[in-house]
């Protein structure tokens, strides 16, 4: 049950999806529902890949006019084009990200489990290739070589299909 502040905030985020355009007034090459990722002004990366709701209707700022999802985050603080990266799909429709790190396999795997303990492994072919999930988020990442691949599925159904996808390239190898 939520309490009375999670609910005057989720209400206050739907009031501000409903007062921002749907449609962006200034050319860009993204619309409502795509999903992408953010570099802030601080040039941070942001992986976890959030949705455009809308678009600044006034243009206030005029490099600054999308808005992404997130009742917990800034909602409300526009993004401009060059700081988000529309998110790649797999070809069961999850969420699709690339990294790199210079950690090596065992390295990345402690830092991943200390962070979420929800993390296990899924396959594992040698000290260079390791596939983890995380089914409280419905995520796959991909280790290889130290190029890292974050799949993120939608719903269950979609996780399902994409684990199923991702042992059967293991067993085929």
Known sequence: MLSQHQINKQLKYEQF???????????CDFKVGDFVTLTNIYNVFIRK???VIGFDNDSNLPDRFIYT???????WFASAPNQLKKVETTSTGCLLVREFTMHALY?????????????????????????????????????CE??????TALSKEMYGSEIFRTVSFFNEL
Not at 116 to 135: G, I, S
Not at 146 to 151: E, F, K, V
């Open 107 to 143: 390295q990345f795997e402690n830092t991943l489990i200390d962070e979420d303990k929800n993390w296990t492994r899924l396959a594992f072919d040698n000290e260079l290739h390791c596939v983890w999930r995380n089914d409280s988020t419905l995520e796959l990442v991909t280790y």
């Open 69 to 75: 999802e997130g009742v917990d985050d800034a909602y």
């Open 17 to 27: 999806k409903a007062d921002i355009a749907s449609e962006s007034l200034i050319p």
């Open 146 to 151: 130290g190029d890292i691949i974050w799949t």
């Open 49 to 51: 890949p959030k949705q």
